[in-house]
Nanobody, 126 residues
Framework: HVQLVESGGGLVQPGGSLRLSCGTS????????VAWFRQAPGKEREGVAS????????FYTDAVKGRFTISRDDVKNTLYLDMKALQVEDTAMYYC????????????????????WGRGTQVTVS
């Protein structure tokens, strides 16, 4: 049973940077499709970025392309989200997630098909 714990959120000024981390306990997520989602106040949760087995298998929502980088370290069982040039619009609770096993990581991510959610870490840009 995988449990996910996010860290690294906080308050940052516009234009600043943060690094979010997501660690696991229990089973590893090696070989799994994993992702970051976020939910701003009064808005639906949205997918931010996903990654399968390497840097070549990443996807970013248009709002964060060129500013955010998703990466993973399967030895440390850790998922990262490096965020730069943060904007007020990036303010949200950020969640890491293990995507449901299907034939296509990206398709499942875009459909929001998640097996395990983390509890979230708050990012406030102000």
């Amino acid at each position: 049973h995988v449990q996910l714990v996010e860290s690294g959120g906080g308050l940052v000024q516009p234009g600043g940077s943060l690094r979010l981390s997501c660690g696991t306990s229990g089973d590893t997520f090696s070989g799994r499709c994993v992702a970051w989602f976020r939910q701003a106040p009064g808005k639906e949760r949205e997918g931010v970025a996903s990654i399968y087995t390497g840097a070549g298998s990443t996807f970013y929502t248009d709002a964060v392309k060129g500013r955010f980088t998703i990466s993973r370290d399967d030895v440390k069982n850790t998922l990262y989200l490096d965020m730069k040039a943060l904007q007020v619009e990036d303010t949200a609770m950020y969640y890491c997630a293990v995507i449901r096993r299907t034939v296509d990581c990206l398709w499942s991510f875009l459909k929001g098909q998640v097996d395990v959610w983390g509890r979230g870490t708050q990012v406030t840009v102000s």
